[in-house]
């Protein structure tokens, strides 16, 4: 049963991080800790782990495709690698319940803002078919970090 839960959750995982380009964590810390019975600890440094690779190998072929920004990429992803470093070593500061909590309340306040974000669009623009509007982000750095996506120059 324990390989079985492993399969589909590692391909309900792999699917989110493809078609989403994120939302590994969300999913594999629940099930590592809940479906496979490891600890907060060990779900969250093997969410690191799964999430990891399998960014890895969505960047090289959205990379193939034309669809990365490089030095924005790297720039972005060592910052985050610092702060990946950080939490995994301040989480072995907090208990087990409480990390888990930490991280539904973290969860709940991130489905709530992009809940909010729809709405707001949604009101805002009538007619305007979501999919096709540019959202401003959360977080903006100056003078312009902002990913607008453009294919890369193949030439």
């Known amino acids: 049963m324990t390989l ?30 809940y479906g496979l019975g490891q600890s907060a600890a060990q779900a969250t440094t093997g969410s690191l782990l799964v999430v990891g690779i399998t960014s890895l190998a969505g960047a090289i072929t959205a990379y193939r495709s034309g669809n990365v920004l490089l030095t924005r990429g790297i720039a972005f992803g060592a910052i985050a690698i610092g702060g990946a470093a950080a939490g995994a070593k301040a989480s072995g500061l907090v208990s087990a319940p409480t990390l888990l909590a930490a991280f539904a ?3 709940l306040v991130i489905a709530g803002v992009m809940a909010a974000r729809q709405l707001r669009s949604r009101r805002g623009r009538p007619g305007v078919h979501l999919a096709s509007q540019v ?21």
């Open 105 to 107: 309340v973290l969860l």
């Open 135 to 155: 959202d401003d982000p959360i977080i903006t750095f100056s003078p312009s970090f902002a990913c607008h996506c453009p294919r890369r120059d193949r030439s």
């Open 4 to 33: 079985a839960i492993a399969v589909v959750a590692g391909a309900l995982i792999g699917l989110s991080l493809g078609a989403l380009g994120g939302g590994g964590s969300v999913l594999a810390v629940p099930v590592l800790v």
